[in-house]
């Protein structure tokens, strides 16, 4: 009894909150509680207690072009990446850097803030052009290095080609089903492109399910059911936040004469919501 | 219809021309009288070409060229109903008309476009060609919005094409709805067609990206009184396939600025008259965006003319001069690869051309190739002027040669000054006249070509510089002046 007054008196602010703010994009009833988020709002560097860098090409951790054949080098300089004006911005160049013709940046929780399920969602406006490769994504756990990906699991809650402004794409990767045989959906904009406003991208993950949304429009679920056979490595593990431009590599092919430079992506906020 | 644009296309140019400056007058006439009000309520209809021509619409070919290029063609259409626009482009050398080329003009007074941003239809070719130009904008009364897309790529089956407007609150009474300009594609005519030729509102596209000089950061040389004009005019915005499509527009689109009037002006055309002494930058948007590209210009101040030449035109053949007509020329740099250096940025001070040769090592003018040659058998000398406006290298020296029978049989003669020897010398800031005696030249009938260049292979030293000249011209000193 007493249980049962206590949840329904949570459920009543969590209804009140919501009225309050009936205007706004309130996350899914189930995921109500805010466990970790960056609204950007201090101009200059990214906060240190939430972010940690990738630095150069892969190279440097014996995995050249991070795997995809990727051509940038990423650095921490103000040039590629800042908080400025209420926005993170993450800047891909075209400059010749320590060997590299571009340059970016790429930002992760990892060691910060991990966690096993919830809703991950951030507000982006992306940036455009052929070989422009901005991710919104999650990477699981590797354990000291002992478990290696793909078995770590992976979940891209937004992946985006520059040459296709109006789509993006949402998918899982773990054990044998991976890189090009991932579990994958796309979302595809009518009369608006994901390069001229802010969209809200999201996945709401809980035991055995991933649910992608765009804009609180829920556009595919991804169960075990999906990855047939394979493990479904979800359940366990505790996945960290990355957001960054690649520019070139296997997923879009690489950047043309045409394609303009500088391009930016702009995060308004990423926010984690617990049940 | 027909029978009208039957009549029309045999018009000329002069008489199109005049009719527009009737209507334009009619115009501006109607805009007094409603002073202060807004245009009177012009038709946003957005169809030029559908099933048929739209009201209003006329058709005008250029002076010259072939004149029933276009027809309405009823077999080949988009969609069951109606007819397509037929350009018959001719075989090169046609003699009723080595191109085809037309503008579509309203003539009901003008449409609000204001509301669209492209100009859309569907086209095929009988091969795979590329239509020169093709756009709007064109009126025969100013074009002041004109649109190019330039080589626009046919293929042999129906394609949608689009048209983007750089600004479209501009075009509040747009006449010239659609134009083209089209020759042989590899000396051989052929066939287009378009049809559902109309305006839209389209959606997605994005990222527009105006840009002035080709985009590139321009750096020039110029005078007070000098003036130039603002060039490489494009706009290339993002479609929703994300392709970028390109266009040329006309310099009406833009608003152009200057970081220093003091030093530079420029105007709404793009014309930028230099003022005074110093450096400033020109720039430009459109609809608000920034363009990529600028023009520095570096006044030195006053500028210093040649002297001007005072020899009897009856004993001179001139080259580059404005103090006499020139011969025809080739060139006046032959970008010779792949180890000439010298680029041209050429200036006109108060209506003297001068010669700008930057990075110098050597530069060749011609005058034999697609214009005649020159016969010099009556000329003793060539003279020309010639400007360091930096300090010149010690050591320096400038080699002057002309060239008969190029090519085959050569025979030439050739000057040389130095910075340190002989007489006149190399020298910074004053015009040096260098004189090269072709007396000796066994034939001079056949002069073809002129080289400068930083002399001989052991003296580097008069490489990379800025050179200018002037006043290039043979001459007779024999004859009684």
Redesign the interface.
Same mark, same amino acid.
């Given at each position: 009894m007493k249980r049962k007054l206590i949840s329904l008196c949570t459920f009543c602010i969590a209804a009140t909150l919501t009225w309050g703010c009936g205007d706004q994009n309130e996350p899914e009833e189930k995921f109500t509680n805010l466990v970790w988020s960056d609204e950007f709002n201090t101009d200059g560097p990214v906060d240190p207690e939430r972010w940690i860098f990738d630095i150069g090409t892969g190279a440097e951790i014996g995995l050249p072009g991070w795997g995809n054949q990727e051509q940038q080098y990423y650095t921490d300089r103000p040039e590629n990446i800042k908080v400025e004006g209420g926005m993170l911005h993450i800047t891909a160049r075209r400059e010749s850097f320590n060997g590299s013709n571009f340059t970016s940046a790429k930002i992760l929780t990892r060691g910060l803030f991990e966690t096993t399920f919830g809703r991950f969602e951030a507000s982006i406006k992306l940036p455009? &052009? /052929?070989g422009i490769w901005p991710a919104f994504w999650l990477l699981g756990n590797d354990s000291n290095g002992t478990v290696i990906w793909p078995q770590i699991g992976e979940i891209d809650i937004m992946e985006y080609? &520059? /040459?296709?402004?109006?789509v993006i794409h949402g998918s899982i990767h773990g054990p044998g089903y991976s890189a090009g045989n991932a579990v994958t959906d796309s979302y595809q904009l009518n009369?608006?492109?994901f390069?001229?406003k802010f969209h809200v991208f999201a996945v709401e993950w809980g035991p055995d399910y991933i649910d992608f949304y765009v804009d609180d429009e829920l556009y595919n679920t991804i169960t075990p059911a999906d990855v047939g056979s394979n493990e479904w490595v979800f359940n366990d593990n505790t996945f960290y936040i990355i957001l960054n431009i690649a520019v070139g590599g296997t997923f879009v092919g690489p950047p043309d004469d045409?394609t303009?430079f500088p391009q930016t992506m702009l995060v308004d906020y990423v926010r984690v919501y617990s049940e | 219809m027909s029978i009208s644009m039957k009549n029309l296309a045999s018009n000329t140019m002069k008489r199109v021309l005049a009719a527009g400056v009737v209507l334009l007058v009619t115009v501006t006439a109607c805009e007094r009288s409603v002073d202060g009000l807004s245009q009177p309520d012009l038709t946003a209809n957005p169809e030029v070409f559908i099933n048929s021509f739209s009201p209003g619409l006329e058709y005008y070919p250029y002076e010259g060229s072939l004149n029933n290029a276009f027809s309405v063609d009823t077999d080949n259409k988009v969609g069951n109903r109606g007819a397509s626009m037929r350009f018959d482009i001719p075989n090169v050398g046609d003699p009723n008309g080595a191109f085809a080329g037309a503008i579509f003009r309203d003539d009901f007074g003008g449409r609000n476009l204001t509301s669209y941003n492209a100009l859309t239809f569907y086209a095929k070719a009988t091969r795979g060609g590329s239509i020169n130009d093709i756009g709007f904008g064109q009126d025969f009364l100013g074009n002041q919005y004109e649109v190019s897309r330039k080589n626009l790529q046919l293929t042999t089956n129906w394609r949608k094409y689009v048209i983007p407007i750089p600004d479209a609150s501009v075009l509040d009474e747009s006449r010239g709805l659609f134009w083209y300009s089209e020759g042989p594609e590899d000396g051989e005519g052929y066939t287009f067609w378009i049809d559902d030729l109309k305006y839209e509102a389209i959606?997605?596209m994005?990222?527009p990206?105006p840009s002035i000089f080709n985009g590139e950061a321009v750096t020039q040389t110029a005078f007070i009184g000098s003036s130039t004009r603002v060039t490489g005019l494009g706009y290339?915005i993002?479609q929703?396939?994300?392709q970028?499509v390109t266009i040329v527009p006309s310099s009406a689109y833009f608003t152009f600025s200057s970081s220093n009037p003091d030093v530079a002006t420029v105007d709404v055309t793009g014309q930028v008259s230099v003022v005074g002494t110093g450096e400033a930058e020109i720039t430009a948007s459109l609809a608000g965006n920034v363009a990529t590209g600028s023009l520095t210009v570096e006044s030195q101040g006053e500028f210093v003319s040649a002297p001007t030449p005072t020899r009897d035109p009856a004993n001179v053949i001139s080259i580059f001069s404005n103090a006499y007509d020139n011969v025809g020329v080739d060139f006046y740099n032959g970008f010779y690869e792949p180890f000439q250096t010298t680029t041209s940025n050429d200036f006109e001070v108060n209506g003297d051309n001068i010669l700008a040769y930057e990075n110098f090592n050597f530069v060749g003018i011609e005058f034999r190739t697609n214009v005649p040659s020159i016969d010099g058998t009556n000329m003793t000398h060539l003279t020309m002027d010639v400007f360091v406006p930096n300090e010149v290298p010690v050591g320096s020296s400038l080699l002057a040669r002309i060239v008969n029978n190029v090519g085959g049989g050569e025979t030439s003669a050739t000057a040389t000054i130095f910075q340190n020897i002989g007489s006149p010398r190399l020298v910074s800031g004053q015009w040096v006249t260098l004189v090269v005696d072709i007396r000796g030249m066994a034939d001079r009938s056949n002069l073809g070509q002129i080289i400068l260049a930083a002399d001989g292979d052991n003296n580097i030293a008069f490489r990379g510089q800025t050179l200018w000249v002037d006043n290039i011209y043979l001459y007779n000193a024999d004859a009684a002046n």
């Open positions: 455009f &052009g /052929q080609r &520059g /040459q296709q402004p109006t009369n608006a492109r390069d001229t045409g303009p | 959606e997605n994005a990222q990206r290339t993002n929703a396939d994300g970028d």
